[in-house]
């Protein structure tokens, strides 16, 4: 039908367009959220980069399947939690023993400049190095949690029940303060 | 300040490198996307193109040839088809598991990749390496027929088997030993990172 023809190029840019106003948005809107959240899957500073661009792949190709069943935001750390526990067993090469050195990424603030903000830095590792010590299931459900998601939200990134999440958060902060201060004394 | 709150300020406080310009991603992602788009197709091209010039010229060679030696050209000619059409058909799945979808439902779908391929890689010697070696292995034998019934035997209609051979096992080996045992571990790796009582793979 000549009708169409005319109208279907046109119904693709707008969907082009729809999709890089999307992508856009959430970049901007989570582009924090995300590279934390590669920090919580791999040590090193470029792993991290690599990272957060295959996430960014992953979200521009799955704009265009996303149908609103669940919210924006579960659908989109569903995504890129996902993307990083594949992308981290490939990035295994650059292993945690190469990440010694803090790098850009975490210096780029400006460098702690006083004994407090020092401390702090090192709190933030010792936490750093003991999500990524969790396993798959009890990392994204604590780094969901560490970043404001509500049981329920939650719930529908990782499938698990509300009451499950509750129970295994409880534990999961638990151990994650023990392992903070078991290596803070052993750093001492 | 409580603990939970204190490991949610802790976290949130992570500083890192510049903000990425949305419109520069946004180039990166089309490149990276367009770049994968591209090497699918130009693999599957050269795939094609190299399974019709090898059978071109081998369906010729037969046409010249006569008994085994012929036989033997028809059977690398159809083994080269042959590659090329199990390879579009069962060789490609999807290039990705869809991250659309709650953890354990895709760590399954990841494990059925991983499953799928080192099926498909230990699967080779029977696709992949023993058609075209029993044409090669066949046309040697009618070299060797040729030749003797001319009362020549030169070297090289003993040697070339031995090299097909070693050609082959190679093949074999990088296939169902090196990549399979690659996969492998990636795949343990997952299931480590998964379901490990205490894993810190990555």
């Known amino acids: 039908m000549p009708a169409e023809a005319i109208t279907q190029p046109a119904r693709e840019q707008v969907k082009d367009a729809n999709r890089h106003d999307t992508f856009l948005r959430l970049i901007a809107q989570y582009d924090p959220a995300l590279r934390r959240l590669a920090a919580g899957y791999v040590w090193h500073g470029a792993d991290r980069e690599d990272l957060f661009q295959e996430i960014a792949v992953g979200l521009w190709q799955a704009i265009p399947k996303f149908r609103g069943d669940a919210s924006e935001r579960t659908w989109l750390y569903r995504i890129a939690h996902n993307i990083a526990i594949s992308s981290s067993t490939r990035l295994h090469h650059r292993a945690r023993r190469e990440k010694t050195m803090p790098d850009a990424f975490d210096r780029a603030s400006g460098g702690p400049d006083s004994e407090q903000e020092l401390l702090r830095n090192e709190k933030r590792e010792l936490l750093l190095e003991a999500i990524r010590g969790l396993r798959a299931v009890d990392r994204q459900v604590v780094l969901l949690h560490l970043e404001g998601l509500d049981y329920s939200e939650i719930e529908e990134v990782s499938g698990l029940s509300q009451s499950a999440i509750a129970t295994r958060l409880s534990r999961l902060r638990y151990k994650l303060r023990k392992l903070m201060q078991s290596r803070e004394t052993r750093e001492l | ?202």
């Open chain 2, 1 to 202: 300040m409580n603990g939970r709150d204190e490991l949610r300020e802790l976290w949130c406080s992570q500083p890192y490198a510049g903000v990425a310009k949305g419109e520069e991603l946004v180039k990166l992602v089309a490149k990276r996307t367009q770049h994968f788009d591209r090497a699918i197709l130009v693999r599957n091209m050269l795939e094609c193109t190299a399974a019709v010039v090898v059978a071109a010229l081998l369906t010729q060679l037969a046409v010249r040839a006569h008994g085994l030696q012929r036989a033997g050209f028809i059977v690398i000619a159809a083994s080269a088809v042959w590659i090329v059409y199990y390879l579009l058909r069962y060789g490609r799945g999807p290039a990705n598991a869809d991250p659309d979808q709650d953890l354990n439902a895709f760590k399954r779908a990841l494990l059925e990749r991983y499953d799928r391929q080192i099926r498909l890689l230990k699967s080779v010697k029977y696709w992949y390496l023993l058609p075209p070696y029993i044409g090669l292995l066949i046309e040697s034998a009618g070299k060797l027929l040729n030749d003797a019934k001319v009362g020549q035997l030169p070297w090289r209609d003993f040697l070339l088997p031995l090299f097909y051979t070693a050609f082959f096992a190679f093949g074999w080996w990088l296939n169902e030993v090196h990549a399979v045992a690659r996969l492998r571990t990636e795949r343990s790796r997952l299931l480590s990172l998964a379901d490990g009582p205490n894993d810190s793979d990555a």
